[in-house]
């Protein structure tokens, strides 16, 4: 059975269809853990889990505590947090560079992940958007087969890969870990969503607003290396681990297209068709 995941209070919790919140802990008796990277690193018990919200009691609603900022990132503490750089034709084309021939990857460091409504925490002139699918990894492994890669997947969540411009090209060649890494600078959530909850998981809509002007829309039909390319290709240099988070690529419509960056007091929105919304705002 599909599932709603959130971090609530730090505290791993499941939601129903209508965003209503269950401790996990509580849900299950205790048997499943309260912290939300050892409750991912078992997918199979989340779907399990899932079938028990049927006439449980909820602990409110995810609504409520979002306006209480008890809602946090989805995953807290990845081993790994990677990202993916051009992965979008006409985001190529806007950055005015050849298309890669592998995939283009560098590191969000993962203390920079922040919840679904958390402050943007500006340290420059030049800080972008960049709304991005979120792939979490559940079960690990080496060499896993393009074919097989979904199943490794706990889930999909909305990410914001906050990019410091200036910073990430300040080196020469450039490198882009820093500037992508700043505190506060990878909001993600605000529900991670189990693969099996969506039509097609190779075809979803994502899109961005900055202050309710839409700057974004697409599809992740159209990423140049898919999510399963990207989980063989990994794993085939690295064990994957459980909770370890990709960050998948932005679409065309980002700021330094244009030299318009965010500025204190923008509100950045980001959604993705079945997953919800981020509301985070720059100060
Ligand atoms: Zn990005």
Known sequence: MAFRFANVSGRATLLDPDDNCYDLARLTDHRLSSDPMVALADPAALHEAARGLA???????LADAR?????????????????VGLN??????ESNVDLPASPLVFTKFPTCLVGPDHDIELNSTSADWEVELVVVIGSGGRDIAADDAWDHVAGLTIGQDISDRALQFAASPPHFDLGKSRDTYG????????VDAFDDP????LWCEVDGDRRQDARTSQLIFN????????SGILSLQPGDIIFTGTPSGVGMATGT???PGDVVTSGIEGIGTMVNACR
């Open 261 to 263: 960056f965010l500025k």
């Open 227 to 234: 999510v399963p390319y990207l989980v063989s290709y990994l």
């Open 67 to 83: 306006a209480d900022r008890r809602v946090g990132p989805p995953v807290p503490r990845p081993v790994n947090c990677f990202a």
């Open 88 to 93: 979008y034709l006409a985001h190529a084309a």
């Open 55 to 61: 006439g449980a009691v909820a602990d409110g609603t």
């Open 202 to 205: 190779d075809d979803i809509r």
């Open 187 to 194: 909001p993600i959530g605000p529900v991670l969503v189990s």
